[in-house]
């Protein structure tokens, strides 16, 4: 009989799971990707994966959910080292500039899996608007600071740049936003 699976091997296989996932995901899109290669890319048989998660639909919502856990909170860490408000919202920007430039940016995640599966699937068009929603209150915060009412002007301009910078392959986008939200904010 074999050993019975640990809580922490249980832990350690869904992580290496979600990271075959996304990365299969967002290189190649969630359609092109078979169980298969999922399953090829993680190491662990198709029936362990359909323990973690029922189905591929599942699988895409927890990617997505880590992904923001993560992706939000590596901006945060950027932005709050900031102390000037102002300073601050134009450190989104910068961040957004690093990511753009980084190899294999392949654009918005939520705004990838929103165009290849949202009409269809009511879970992921869920976590995409959650995913939205709590960027843009994360972006709010920051533009409230400044106490200046530039808030959906600001929130525009990153989802345009990140759209933007997806489509193109250029990261020029985060500089030209950012010149742009310069000038919304005025000289300090």
Not at 36 to 41: F, H, I, Q, S, T
Not at 100 to 123: K, M, T
């Amino acid at each position: 009989m074999p050993a019975p699976i640990t809580d922490e091997r249980n832990r350690l296989d869904r992580e290496a799971l979600l990271d075959a996932a996304e990365g299969l995901f967002y290189e190649r899109g969630i359609q092109a990707v078979g169980m298969d290669e999922v399953r090829a890319a993680s190491g662990l048989p198709l029936k362990r994966i359909y323990r973690f998660f029922a189905a591929k639909e599942d699988l895409v919502v927890a990617v997505l959910k880590r992904r923001d856990r993560r992706w939000r909170g590596s901006l945060a860490a950027h932005v709050e080292q900031v102390p000037d408000p102002r300073e601050r919202v134009l450190a989104v920007f910068d961040w957004l500039a690093k990511w753009f430039a980084e190899p294999g940016f392949r654009g918005c995640a939520w705004v990838n899996a929103y165009g290849e599966l949202g009409p269809s699937s009511e879970a992921v068009l869920a976590e995409v608007r959650s995913h939205k929603q709590a960027f843009h209150d994360q972006i709010a915060v920051w533009v409230r600071a400044t106490g200046l009412p530039v808030v959906e002007p600001v929130i525009l301009l990153t989802e345009g740049a990140i759209v933007t910078a997806g489509i193109s392959g250029d990261p020029a986008p985060a500089r030209h936003a950012r010149a742009a939200v310069v000038m919304l904010l005025g000289t300090p």
